[in-house]
């Protein structure tokens, strides 16, 4: 199975994914890297690791259906199976969306449906859960669909918040388990205890 990654900045979910196919945990091939930022430490990560990268943004294709097509072009060059938005702060085109239909994962640091959506990303996502007053917060990966945060929840596991947490100590605590458990759900994919829903026509069989 080829994977794909979209990450805007730091990327250090895509590496633990690279990681994890490195020591052979995971059998999946990571295959290409694409963000809109030219400068993401992701993409560093992307080609030390040997992927293909790709910057796909506004200013190099003003017009968004052109940008959804050579981002479409881009996955089917590389001969993507299964695509893993991981901090990707954009939302993905319709021709890509209906290319992949249930085969891109978004990873989202808290417990969807609540705390997500546009805007909810980062520590934004940590301060709202704390002005809440929660106890737990988790991680949800989801199918991603034309809107943010919004497709249907594959996986989620509960992190403690505890009392006195500052947005970056929960941060960091949620994003350690961000790392074990997106492998954890790879895994579970690739074994076929986790089933994905049916692909769309243009991926059947896979
Ligand atoms: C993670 O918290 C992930 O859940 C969210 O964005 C953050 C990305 O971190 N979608 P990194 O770029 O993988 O380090």
């Known amino acids: 199975m080829n994977l794909a990654f979209f990450a805007s900045h730091r990327g250090s979910n895509m590496q633990a994914v690279l990681d994890a196919c490195r020591e052979t945990r995971l059998t999946m091939r990571p295959v ?5 930022n030219r400068k993401s430490e992701a993409l560093v990560r992307a080609r030390e690791a040997g992927l293909a990268t790709r910057v796909f943004n506004a200013t190099i294709e003003p017009d968004p259906l052109a940008l959804d ?3 479409l072009d881009a996955l089917l060059e590389e001969e993507v199976d299964l695509v893993i938005l991981a901090g990707y702060l954009k939302c993905l085109g319709p021709k890509v969306v209906g290319h992949f239909r249930n085969r891109i994962l978004n990873i989202h640091p808290a417990l969807l449906p609540q705390y997500g959506g546009q805007g909810m ?3 934004h996502v940590h301060e709202a859960v704390i002005a809440a007053g929660e106890t737990t917060t988790g991680v ?6 034309e809107e943010y945060d919004h497709g249907a929840t594959i996986a989620r596991t509960l992190v403690p918040v505890h009392p006195g947490d ?3 100590m ?3 605590r949620v994003l350690q388990r ?3 458990f997106l492998v954890e759900v790879l895994e579970e994919i690739q074994s076929g205890k986790l089933l994905l829903p049916p692909a769309g026509p243009a991926l059947a069989g896979i």
């Open 166 to 168: 500052t947005a970056g």
């Open 178 to 180: 961000e790392h074990e």
């Open 121 to 123: 990303f980062g520590r």
């Open 170 to 172: 929960l941060a960091e």
């Open 140 to 145: 949800t990966i989801h199918l991603v669909d």
């Open 32 to 36: 290409l890297a694409v963000s809109n």
């Open 69 to 71: 097509q050579a981002m």
